[in-house]
């Protein structure tokens, strides 16, 4: 299923280079930088919601499900792609634990913001009959 806009001829070429480049730049990597340590359950709270939601997108796009790696700690992203082995995600722990407490509201402090409020009052916008 391609978008009605794609080329498939620059898709294919792109298909076809992508690996080799990421190959390229990956043999360009220090020794140091090219060990990926797999991201597990030991480094985040949030790694099987992670996980599920990498499974499931593989399943949707009937592909196989990227391998997880840590990312280096100073990552500015959450994920990147990793250059080797080719598909690998780049998971960074300090960035998705941030994001996770960013979205995160405790239900007592729901509780609390709302006492002594009343709802807003929505305005219908049918006429009522007169």
């Known amino acids: 299923m391609f978008h009605a806009d794609l080329d498939p001829a620059l898709t ?38 992670i996980r599920n939601a990498f499974n499931n997108a593989a399943e949707i796009l009937a592909v196989a499900a990227p391998d997880l790696l840590l990312a280096d700690p100073k990552a500015l992203a959450p994920f990147a792609p990793a250059l080797a082995p080719f598909g690998s995600i780049l998971v960074c722990v ?22 002594g409020r009343s709802s807003p009052r929505v305005r219908s916008s049918t006429p009522s009959p007169t």
């Open 94 to 115: 300090p960035q998705i634990e941030t994001a996770d407490r960013a979205t995160h509201v405790p239900s007592s402090a729901s509780a609390s913001r709302n006492s």
């Open 12 to 49: 294919s070429l792109f298909a076809l280079m992508t690996p080799a480049v990421a190959r390229m730049r990956f043999g360009q990597l220090r020794p140091e930088q090219r060990v990926g340590r797999p991201f597990t359950p030991t480094h985040s709270r949030m790694h099987d919601t």
